[in-house]
């Protein structure tokens, strides 16, 4: 008879019957009590109140009997903590049972019992397990070791039971190294410092090695994910790891495939990319990941997110196995999607006409999603592979005849981007898609189609017409729609001015007065101030040439790509986003591939973080070769040179005069042939006011703000700083940027933070076009105006630039906090270095605090907030310091004398808004000065004092 009839029986008076049974003298009875108790706890009745006749059942020695009781016990024991304390001599007694059986089941439900009374009762009999000559009980031990350092990691450490997992790793028994490895990995994880538990050197590798062929699938993975965190001394190290490796590709468990395969590509970085072992590796690494697409969909989606990255990074592995990705007719839609994605990565020119074919056929299927993607697919390859683009041209053709709404709208976004990337070629298809006009009501469509007629405005010649018939609904459309529209009837007026004076005015009037969006309405005031003041101005940025569009846009920008290999066969390989994105209070450092410079290998890469938090540090990042790869959002942005040029600046009167000339009236002279000035429009004086016409009068009179935003304002030349600066330092060495050498620093000058740069040309030719683009960062640095470095530098010629920063950009944390990454962009080429910016340039002018919101500060920050620092050696009295100190927006609350000692109460804000408040202790007679800061995020106070003491030395 099956255990089914434990599940039947609801009957009244049950737990009575039960408590009875579980003191029966008869065993038969006993064990018939304690499996109808499991059953009832399974099926989700409260059996707690039998918790301790339960525990009287542990003293038997029936394995089946002593299971059923232990799987109670874990259910229990944290809602019974005293109870559960009755079953501490019991697990101590099976500690030390002859059968490994027991012991190994005692010590499995000893780390199960998440319960503090009892862990510390614990840890006597764990420490003989785990030096059992049972492999089994060790194995089990080890992973108890893990899910103890969950409940109390200071009781873990202070046990050694670390140093004891350390010695397991050179068992004889593979299961044993292996489940050592998987509690290390997971204490690792769990650590708060997330430095390495474990050397990798070359013997502990050659054990795991060893262990890697005769341990489970499981035990492979955790070996494995700990040899990717291997960096080997040299290529021949590599190799020779990757030769032992190879074999877990023909796994039949995906997970460790892919952990193979992680293992290989990592070690793949060390070696010579053009050495035959590269090749042949390359050949091995497509077989295994071809069969995982033969597995079922949900294995095949996350075996194709891993394949997305794996191809980003070395696209000749799958560089021949493109109809693998061909979608089958019952894929699921996520599994379509992304094969989709993988083919356009693999499309070339000697695959194209296949790939094609393919993308045609997807165009006619009934799922709307997928149809989409197919079509834009289509506009990929265009961009993508040149020789392509009239074929894929007149494939989006034969899809618009098709008439089909939402194929036609997907086409029409596309031909925009192929006419960007393609300018002056395929503009003859222009008026088959004006004839689809009436079709379009997404947004993106539309806005890709008034984009079209705005660009191409002197070849379509209704095209006041067709705008004006968009004009019409203009407060109903989408804002993206708007700010096209805009944007494409001042190219018009510009390109046709004499019959759209009506419709320009009609636009910039609904953009100003009538919108409530401020990105509409502020690109409606800088167009009518544009078209006021200048017209050749205007037609300058308005029609400025665009730079081409990049072939892949949406490809994992390289650093974060570079991580992302470092976790394939994780989540983080499938959301396609670091750990930290998604695992909550993660702080573990940033896993990085290894470089062909020979390193240490006993040092993982997991270890290595900047630890000098003021130095300004230079890391030059890897040039990717191509100006459209910039590091993380840099990829977003246009790093073209500016679009203002000498012919841009206002001249004096006429800048004071612009608020008074008329939209179409003497202003346009240039464009229209003569007319007399007419009236101010209503709209001017608004937009003079928000501009800060009433302003005094500076280098750009009332147009001062008109100017920041066009870069008409100074930008070179470097007024004078009361603050400390840092010496300039080398940030990008001329073998890094093929000839160009920069070096500097950044200060605070008149409120401002300025980043100051010498560029020095040290190459034979000569330099212009300067572009520059900041990553995301901490503090939200970004450029005032435009880089302006004189053009052309010649050879052997320098000079000193200063770019005034903002903190107006978009916020991400950094590591190190102060690390800004930059790209700097010039005719040559875009290349990248990182700094780490001064933190005193951020202290702000507003940073006094009254005495006593400072006294009521100091008192509501808890003392875990608080922080003390040495200056050593450092003879100042009070006086100097806080001198120093005020000159760099440090300002002095309160002094006072203690028991002989000066003590300054300081406070200092930062642009973001977070205060840091200080105590200095400076006894006489004493070279050494005592600091507190206080600071409700702490995260700052570090790089606070590193720039203190530099200001107080200096």
């Known amino acids: 008879m099956t255990d089914s009839k434990y599940f039947t029986t609801t009957k009244k008076g049950e737990i009575f019957e039960l408590k009875a049974d579980l003191n029966s003298d008869k065993k038969e009875k006993k064990k018939e009590a304690v499996k109808k108790v499991i059953a009832s706890m399974t099926v989700g009745k409260d059996v707690s109140a039998l918790f301790p006749d339960v525990v009287n059942c542990m003293q038997t020695d029936n394995l089946e009997l002593k299971k059923l009781v232990y799987l109670y016990l874990m259910n229990y024991a944290k809602s019974q903590p005293d109870m559960a304390i009755m079953a501490v001599n019991t697990f101590v007694k099976d500690c030390e049972d002859p059968n490994p059986l027991i012991r190994a089941l005692a010590v499995r439900t000893m780390g199960c019992i998440r319960v503090d009374k009892i862990t510390e009762y614990l840890c006597e009999p764990l420490r003989k397990c785990l030096k059992d000559e049972d492999p089994y009980v060790q194995k089990t031990a080890a992973v108890c070791v893990a899910k103890l350092y969950d409940i109390n990691p200071q009781l873990v450490e202070d046990q050694g039971f670390i140093d004891q997992l350390r010695d397991l790793l050179t068992a004889s028994n593979p299961m044993v190294v292996a489940n050592a490895v998987a509690a290390l990995s997971e204490i690792n994880d769990a650590s708060q410092s997330g430095a390495a538990l474990f050397d990798l050197n070359s013997q502990t590798i050659n054990k795991l090695l060893t262990a890697l062929n005769e341990c489970t699938e499981w035990g492979q993975i955790f070996i494995l994910d700990s040899l990717a965190n291997y960096t080997p001394k040299d290529e021949r190290e590599a190799q020779s790891v990757c030769e032992r490796v190879t074999p877990r590709l023909a796994h039949a468990n995906a997970a460790v495939v892919l952990s193979a395969v992680k293992v290989l590509m990592k070690f793949m970085e060390v070696m010579n990319p053009s050495g035959e072992y590269i090749t042949t590796l390359t050949k091995k690494l497509a077989p295994p990941l071809v069969t995982l697409l033969s597995a079922e969909p949900e294995v095949q989606y996350v075996a194709l997110r891993n394949i997305n990255l794996i191809v980003q990074k070395r696209s000749d592995i799958l560089k021949q196995e493109m109809k693998v990705f061909f979608v089958k007719y019952n894929d699921p839609i996520y599994v379509k999607l992304e094969k989709l994605d993988i083919m356009i990565r693999l499309a070339s020119q000697g695959n ?317 002279d240039s464009l229209l042939g003569g007319g007399a000035p007419a009236a101010q429009p209503a709209a001017a004086a608004p937009f003079g006011a928000q501009m800060g016409a009433g302003a005094p009068m500076g280098a750009g009179g009332n147009m001062g703000a008109l100017g920041d935003i066009f870069g008409l304002g100074p930008s070179l030349g470097v007024t004078t700083s009361t603050g400390y600066v840092m010496p300039k330092t080398e940030w990008l060495p001329a073998s890094k940027g093929k000839g160009l050498e920069l070096s500097g620093t950044f200060s605070r000058r008149g409120r401002e933070i300025y980043m100051d740069m010498t560029f020095n040309n040290k190459a034979m030719q000569q330099m212009g076009s300067f572009a520059v683009q900041l990553n995301k960062n901490s503090f939200g640095l970004v450029p005032a105006s435009p880089l302006q470095v004189p053009s052309p530098l010649m050879p052997n010629q320098s000079v000193d630039v200063s770019l005034q920063l903002t903190t107006h950009g978009p916020v991400q944390r950094m590591d190190p906090l102060m690390n800004l990454q930059v790209a700097i962009k010039n005719n040559i080429d875009v290349f990248y270095f990182s700094s780490i910016v001064p933190i005193h340039c951020l202290f702000v002018e507003d940073g006094k605090m009254d005495k006593r919101v400072f006294l009521a500060t100091w008192k509501d920050i808890p003392a875990a907030n608080e922080k003390q620092f040495t200056m050593s050696n450092l003879p100042l009295d009070a006086e100097t310091i806080d001198s120093k100190l005020e000159n760099n927006n440090v300002f002095n609350i309160a002094k006072r004398n203690v028991e002989g000692q000066q003590m300054l109460y300081q406070s200092l804000k930062l642009s973001n808004g977070i205060w840091v408040l200080c105590e200095f202790k400076v006894s006489p007679g004493s070279p050494d000065i005592v600091v507190s800061l206080k600071s409700r995020a702490m995260d700052v106070a570090d790089q606070v004092y590193g720039v203190l003491e530099l200001i107080c030395r200096n």
């Open 352 to 668: 194209i006409a296949q790939v094609l074919a393919e993308l045609k056929e997807y165009a006619t299927e009934v799922d709307v999603d997928f149809v989409r993607k197919s079509v834009r697919a289509i506009g990929r390859c265009a961009i993508k592979v040149e020789q392509s683009a009239e074929r894929c041209v007149s494939t989006l053709l034969d899809l618009i005849q098709t008439k089909v709404n939402y194929v036609v709208q997907e086409a029409i976004v596309v031909i925009k981007d192929i006419f960007r990337k393609y300018p002056n070629k395929y503009e003859s298809i222009i008026a088959t898609l004006c004839e689809n006009l009436d079709t379009l009501d997404e947004p993106e469509a539309r806005a890709s189609m008034i984009w079209i007629i705005g660009e191409y405005a002197e070849r379509i010649d209704n095209a006041d017409e067709l705008l004006e018939s968009f004009l019409e609904g203009f407060h109903d459309e989408n804002t993206q729609v708007q700010l096209q529209l805009l944007t494409a009837i001042v190219k018009l007026f510009l390109k046709r001015p004499q019959d759209t004076q009506e419709l320009v005015q009609s636009v910039l009037s609904l953009a100003t007065q009538d919108s409530d969006n401020p990105d509409l309405r502020d690109r409606g005031y800088i167009y009518w101030r544009l078209l006021s003041t200048d017209p050749a101005a205007a037609k300058d940025v308005v029609l400025a040439e665009k730079p081409l569009i990049s072939e892949e846009t949406d490809l994992i920008e390289p650093t974060l790509l570079d991580e992302l290999i470092c976790y394939i066969g994780s989540l983080a390989s499938v959301y396609h986003k670091p750990p930290s994105a998604f695992v909550e209070g993660r702080t573990a450092a940033r896993r990085v591939l290894p470089t062909r410079a020979p390193g240490s290998g006993s040092t993982s890469p997991d270890s290595e973080t900047t630890s000098t938090p003021v130095q300004q540090s230079t890391v030059i990042l890897p040039s990717q070769g191509s100006q459209g790869d910039l590091i993380g959002d840099l990829l977003n942005m246009d790093l073209g040179p500016p679009m203002m040029g000498s012919s841009t600046t206002v001249p004096m009167a006429q800048a004071q005069d612009a608020a008074a000339i008329d939209l179409l009236g003497g202003g346009l």
